[in-house]
């Protein structure tokens, strides 16, 4: 490095120690970099990570025959609505009559003038349940109106009853009435309908209308079962059909099936998933002359060790009811380009056909000696969870070499930094001190220049 002289007083660059600093921090900018480098690669672990950590989400919920099985219900009218609990549902086909629906005891009231307003008198209701026990209501002259005598009833669920208050639309002067209804519905919740014991009221209130509670009746497959509920939950496995109407003699089908469009929408999402996994790593060892291999991964242990565990899955024969099968006689083939390829037709082909088989490949199968042998899901899940195990996975353990570099460059950077600024100090003193130094130097100079100056000068004799 050459140095130029300046105009102060030592004629040393005014910046000296700045660039002496400059070249004792080299070493640091030298670190600064590795650590860069060092911090790409810890990023793209954390990248690959996240692929992972995606592809293992999509799998864990798939993993065996009934969480990777969908159902979907076809019948082609309104009188019922089915809903499926896909862990205990059976694929089938029943034939259904609705002839008639389930419904409470009810009654309606009189008519009044005044839901509010028309006083009803001082006195009690009393009523039966189905079980025979007596119920009272009593009702005092603050209570006297149709509003309050509802909102009494279904204040306290003891009773077992509800009770709305409604206008007929009759548009007579009196349409204001109440409909009082036993909680639950069928035969055995057959009530006697209550008895109004007022006095001294406006109006008389009495029961003008009653509708006694019925079973429901359907005919599942050509034989009658009657049901106190509309919800019926033990007529179809796994299936809870709610009777929306009822129209006697028209027969119609409720039938269950594999949904295979929603099953191999699940497939090809976790073929995504791997092909992202995939992508990313051929990416990683994709490399040419321009290629800064100082910061990818590629060539990386780790990218072997997911690739090599991904491809053992893809030609992983298993040993179905139907015979040896491969992913490859479902649909999902391993092309040239290193990624997957999902045939969805050829799939849903596959499900269509046999679900318990395509099930099988993709999930395993439990052999006659009860030891299990693992399907594609199952292993592709299993070689995600171990490359996230912590603390010895092979992510992790990567992720964590990483951290430990860059831990100990920083705290590298920082001990020199702290030697650099105790450096720094002492170089600033010491330039400070020969400042001064030359400073004095030069004006004793100039003193001694001015004392020659004023001497007149020897004049020479004769």
Partial sequence: MSISFGSINTGLPKDIVAQLMKAERMPITQMETRKG????????????????????DQVINNQDTKSLRELKVTTNNDFVNVTLDKNLAQPGIYQFEVGQLAQKSSAMTSAVEDKDKTYLGVGFI?????????????????DSNLTSISNMINRDPSLGL???????????????????????????????????????????LYLEKERPAHDAKVTIDGFEIQKKENNLKDLIPGATVELKKAKPGEEFSIS????KEAITLK????????????????????MDDKTDTTRTLGGESLLQTLESRIRGALFK??????????????????????????????FESAVAKDFQTVADVLTGVVDGNGIRHEGFISTIFQTANLALRNPDGVINSRKRTFGDRIEDIDRRIEDKERMLSQKEKSLKDKFSRLESTMSQIRNQGAGIASLGQEVPPVQQLG
Avoid: H
Avoid at 42 to 49: A, G, I, R, S, Y
């Fill in 37 to 56: 480098k060092i911090v790409d690669k810890k990023n793209l672990v954390q990248e690959l990570e996240k692929k992972v950590t995606e592809l293992r």
């Fill in 126 to 142: 009393k009523y039966f349940l189905p079980n025979g026990e007596a119920k009272e209501i009593y009702i005092d002259a603050d």
């Fill in 162 to 204: 509800t009770s709305t208050v409604v206008n007929d639309g009759s548009g007579e002067d009196n349409a204001w009435r109440m409909i009082l209804s036993l909680r639950d519905t069928g035969d055995e919740n057959l009530a006697e309908f209550p008895y109004f014991y007022f006095v001294d009221g406006e109006e008389d």
């Fill in 256 to 259: 269950i099936t594999e949904d």
């Fill in 267 to 286: 497939v090809k999402d976790i073929v995504d998933k791997i092909n992202a996994v995939l992508t990313f790593i051929k990416e990683q060892n994709s």
């Fill in 317 to 346: 024969t298993v040993n179905t009811k139907s015979g040896p099968r491969r992913v490859g006689d479902i649909g999902i083939t391993f092309q040239r380009t290193g990624l997957l390829q999902f045939d969805s037709k050829a």
